[in-house]
Protein backbone atom coordinates (compact mmCIF):
# COMPACT_ATOMS: atom_id res chain seq x y z
CA UNK A 1 0.00 0.00 0.00
CA UNK A 2 1.78 3.27 -0.99
CA UNK A 3 1.55 5.95 2.21
CA UNK A 4 3.00 9.33 2.68
CA UNK A 5 3.10 10.82 6.15
CA UNK A 6 4.00 14.12 6.82
CA UNK A 7 5.42 15.20 10.16
CA UNK A 8 6.85 17.97 11.45
CA UNK A 9 4.35 20.89 12.01
CA UNK A 10 3.27 22.80 15.28
CA UNK A 11 3.61 26.16 16.66
CA UNK A 12 6.49 28.80 15.94
CA UNK A 13 6.85 32.11 16.74
CA UNK A 14 6.81 34.71 13.36
CA UNK A 15 10.38 34.60 12.08
CA UNK A 16 10.83 30.89 13.30
CA UNK A 17 11.64 27.78 11.92
CA UNK A 18 10.36 24.72 10.87
CA UNK A 19 11.39 21.22 8.98
CA UNK A 20 8.76 19.16 7.25
CA UNK A 21 9.13 15.66 6.88
CA UNK A 22 7.08 13.65 4.21
CA UNK A 23 8.52 9.87 4.52
CA UNK A 24 7.01 7.14 1.99
CA UNK A 25 6.16 3.48 2.89
CA UNK A 26 5.58 1.17 0.02
CA UNK A 27 7.26 2.99 -2.88
CA UNK A 28 10.52 4.87 -3.19
CA UNK A 29 10.40 8.50 -3.70
CA UNK A 30 13.23 8.84 -5.34
CA UNK A 31 11.50 7.55 -8.66
CA UNK A 32 8.86 9.97 -8.51
CA UNK A 33 8.58 13.81 -8.25
CA UNK A 34 7.35 15.32 -4.70
CA UNK A 35 5.18 18.70 -4.29
CA UNK A 36 4.53 20.31 -0.95
CA UNK A 37 1.31 22.35 -0.82
CA UNK A 38 -0.50 24.21 1.73
CA UNK A 39 -4.47 25.40 2.55
CA UNK A 40 -5.37 27.82 4.91
CA UNK A 41 -8.81 27.85 6.19
CA UNK A 42 -11.21 29.32 3.95
CA UNK A 43 -8.37 29.34 0.84
CA UNK A 44 -7.77 26.75 -1.81
CA UNK A 45 -4.95 24.81 -1.81
CA UNK A 46 -2.06 25.91 -3.38
CA UNK A 47 1.90 24.62 -4.44
CA UNK A 48 4.37 26.03 -2.26
CA UNK A 49 7.31 23.43 -3.93
CA UNK A 50 8.17 20.72 -5.78
CA UNK A 51 11.07 18.86 -7.20
CA UNK A 52 10.95 16.38 -10.05
CA UNK A 53 12.12 12.88 -9.73
CA UNK A 54 15.48 13.10 -11.61
CA UNK A 55 16.36 15.83 -8.11
CA UNK A 56 16.14 18.27 -10.90
CA UNK A 57 15.90 22.26 -10.24
CA UNK A 58 13.01 22.37 -7.70
CA UNK A 59 10.77 25.21 -7.60
CA UNK A 60 9.27 27.49 -5.06
CA UNK A 61 5.69 29.78 -5.15
CA UNK A 62 6.77 32.96 -5.13
CA UNK A 63 5.88 33.91 -2.03
CA UNK A 64 8.16 31.36 -0.11
CA UNK A 65 11.32 31.55 -2.40
CA UNK A 66 14.20 32.28 -0.15
CA UNK A 67 12.63 31.18 3.05
CA UNK A 68 11.62 27.66 1.84
CA UNK A 69 14.08 24.81 0.72
CA UNK A 70 12.59 21.75 -0.40
CA UNK A 71 14.72 18.61 -0.01
CA UNK A 72 15.55 14.68 -0.50
CA UNK A 73 17.05 12.19 1.64
CA UNK A 74 17.03 8.72 -0.23
CA UNK A 75 18.95 6.45 2.50
CA UNK A 76 15.34 7.80 4.77
CA UNK A 77 12.71 7.58 1.77
CA UNK A 78 11.74 11.13 2.86
CA UNK A 79 10.97 14.99 1.19
CA UNK A 80 11.68 17.50 3.89
CA UNK A 81 10.74 21.29 3.53
CA UNK A 82 12.69 23.57 5.37
CA UNK A 83 11.16 26.73 6.06
CA UNK A 84 12.35 29.66 7.76
CA UNK A 85 11.72 33.33 8.67
CA UNK A 86 7.99 32.12 9.10
CA UNK A 87 5.02 34.18 8.73
CA UNK A 88 1.07 34.34 10.02
CA UNK A 89 0.40 34.07 6.23
CA UNK A 90 2.24 30.50 6.25
CA UNK A 91 0.12 29.39 8.74
CA UNK A 92 -1.78 25.96 7.02
CA UNK A 93 -2.40 22.39 6.91
CA UNK A 94 1.02 21.25 4.84
CA UNK A 95 0.93 18.17 2.58
CA UNK A 96 2.82 16.27 0.58
CA UNK A 97 2.17 14.75 -3.00
CA UNK A 98 4.09 12.20 -5.11
CA UNK A 99 3.72 11.33 -8.73
CA UNK A 100 5.46 9.02 -11.52
CA UNK A 101 4.30 11.65 -14.12
CA UNK A 102 6.53 14.41 -15.60
CA UNK A 103 5.99 17.16 -13.38
CA UNK A 104 7.73 19.98 -11.74
CA UNK A 105 9.83 20.34 -14.80
CA UNK A 106 8.57 23.84 -15.51
CA UNK A 107 7.06 26.43 -13.33
CA UNK A 108 3.08 25.43 -14.33
CA UNK A 109 3.29 22.60 -12.06
CA UNK A 110 -0.17 21.76 -10.02
CA UNK A 111 -1.80 19.78 -7.68
CA UNK A 112 -3.59 17.87 -10.35
CA UNK A 113 -0.06 16.15 -11.38
CA UNK A 114 0.01 14.60 -8.37
CA UNK A 115 -1.50 11.28 -7.33
CA UNK A 116 -0.66 10.31 -3.92
CA UNK A 117 -1.50 12.06 -0.89
CA UNK A 118 -0.14 12.45 3.09
CA UNK A 119 -3.13 13.75 5.44
CA UNK A 120 -1.08 16.94 5.76
CA UNK A 121 0.26 18.49 9.42
CA UNK A 122 -0.74 21.78 10.55
CA UNK A 123 1.54 24.52 10.98
CA UNK A 124 0.65 27.67 13.41
CA UNK A 125 2.85 30.67 13.46
CA UNK A 126 1.72 33.18 15.68
CA UNK A 127 2.93 34.76 19.00
Known amino acids: QLQLVESGGGLVQPGGSLRLSCTAS????????IGWFRQAPGKEREGVSC????????YYADSVKGRFTISRDSAKNTVYLQMHNLHPEDSAVYYC????????????????????WGQGTQVTVSS
Open 97 to 116: AATRNPTCLYSDWREGDFDY
Open 26 to 33: GFTLDYYA
Open 51 to 58: VSDNNGRP
